[in-house]
Nanobody
Framework: QVQLVESGGGLVQAGGSLRLSCTTS????????TAWFRQAPGKERRFVSA????????RYADSVRGRFTISRDSANNTVYLQMTNVVPEDAAVYYC???????????????????WGQGTQVTVSS
């Protein structure tokens, strides 16, 4: 059973930056499509960003494009979500998801994630 663990959440000022990390108990994300989703209180879980299994193709929600960047380290151990120019609407619990051999487009769907982390809270102060 693959387990994902997110970290890096916290309090950030509007306009500031934050980097979220996602690691896997399986030791590597090689061959896995990964994605970040977020869920604000009282709202459904929504797509943020995805990275295809080859680690090269990325997708972004319109609301974060140009501000957030998804990446995977060279050892394929960690997937990052670099958040810049944060706005209050970015406040949510952020979840990491993964699915083997999934491309970025597939990982845009909540239903695509076979494995999920427990989430990390991002709070934005204005």
């Amino acid at each position: 059973q693959v387990q994902l663990v997110e970290s890096g959440g916290g309090l950030v000022q509007a306009g500031g930056s934050l980097r979220l990390s996602c690691t896997t108990s399986g030791g590597t994300f090689r061959g896995y499509g990964t994605a970040w989703f977020r869920q604000a209180p009282g709202k459904e879980r929504r797509f943020v960003s995805a990275l295809g299994w080859n680690g090269r193709t990325a997708r972004y929600a319109d609301s974060v494009r140009g501000r957030f960047t998804i990446s995977r380290d060279s050892a394929n151990n960690t997937v990052y979500l670099q958040m810049t120019n944060v706005v209050p609407e970015d406040a949510a619990v952020y979840y990491c998801a993964a699915r083997q051999w999934a491309d970025a487009m597939l990982m845009m769907r909540v239903s695509a994630g076979n494995y999920w982390g427990q989430g990390t809270q991002v709070t934005v102060s204005s």
